[in-house]
């Protein structure tokens, strides 16, 4: 038997909401019974809130349904994105490379703060002195060094 935090009636245990039985911790009982709780929600859920909810709910819906899909055909997935990584693709003519490597060729001649970063602390820089001016002016030298590399 316990008492009611609400309404102040005593009531068997039975009466009162489990919480807790999808976490770590142990569940337990709520201290107010089921009806003063479902009272309490009633009165603090308005139109808005509803209206707020039911867009919500079918955005969740639509989401849970596409994480469904994708577990059940996580295989297939798997292949597609395999099979399209190693897809090759024409730059020049008779020249062809793998996604993969275009992205990556991209990533390299564009050169990525993170390219650069990593190149300044392989030369003994610590995270904290590297700057972004000090970033442009390596990128800067990096670029003059290809250019001198090309020439040749």
């Known amino acids: 038997m316990r008492t009611c935090k609400k309404c102040g009636e005593v009531k068997e245990l039975e009466k009162f909401p ?6 770590v911790e142990k569940p337990y009982r709520m201290y107010t019974c089921r009806l003063c709780h479902n009272k309490a929600v009633r009165d603090g859920f ?8 039911r867009n919500n709910r079918d955005i969740n819906k639509i989401r849970s349904h ?22 090759k693709i024409k ?10 490597a275009l992205k990556e060729r991209k990533r390299r001649e564009k050169l990525v703060d993170a390219i650069v970063k ?18 442009e002016c390596k990128r800067a030298h990096i670029k003059l060094k290809r250019e001198l590399k090309n020439e040749r």
Not at 91 to 100: A, H, M
Request: net charge positive.
């Open 18 to 23: 489990i919480i807790g039985r999808r976490t």
């Open 91 to 100: 730059i020049e003519d008779g020249i062809f490379i793998t996604r993969n």
């Open 66 to 87: 596409v994480r469904k899909w994708r577990k059940n055909h996580r295989a297939h997935l798997y292949q597609y994105d395999k099979k399209r990584k190693n897809e």
């Open 118 to 135: 990593k190149d300044l602390k392989d030369r003994g820089f610590h995270k904290e002195d590297i700057t972004p001016e000090l970033i």
């Open 46 to 53: 308005t139109p808005e809130k509803h209206k707020r909810y």
